[in-house]
């Protein structure tokens, strides 16, 4: 028997089994907290803050593309609103919906 048929075996069952393993699936998901002067006005003002305080957090804050972008929460505290955001790309937007699913069905 030739030895170089066992290695080019040995070689063809490595690469198949580098192939078949893969690269690990990776989800982005962050959870941000941002903040704004209580003074930012009302209304369209108000709103206008808001967004320059998120759009703030997606060019500095983060190095991933969202495709959710989630307001959790907001709340006052002194002289600044504080604004709790949620952050998903694609594949940690199908963990966040399917965690959020599990907490629904055990309420």
Do not use: C
Not at 52 to 59: C, E, G
Not at 85 to 103: E, H, Y
């Amino acid at each position: 028997m030739n030895r170089a048929l066992p290695k080019s075996l040995v070689i063809a069952v490595f690469a198949a089994a580098l192939l078949a393993w893969g690269a690990p699936a990776s989800a982005y998901v962050a959870q941000i907290l941002t903040s704004i002067p209580a003074s930012s006005g009302e209304g369209e003002q108000l709103e206008a803050a808001v967004r320059s305080a998120i759009n703030d957090v997606l060019d500095h804050a983060i190095a991933f593309v969202p495709t959710v972008i989630d307001v959790r929460e907001a709340i006052v505290v002194g002289d600044r609103i504080y604004i709790l955001l949620l952050l998903a790309d694609d594949d940690g937007a199908a963990i966040v919906n399917s965690a959020r699913d599990a907490k629904a069905d055990e309420l």
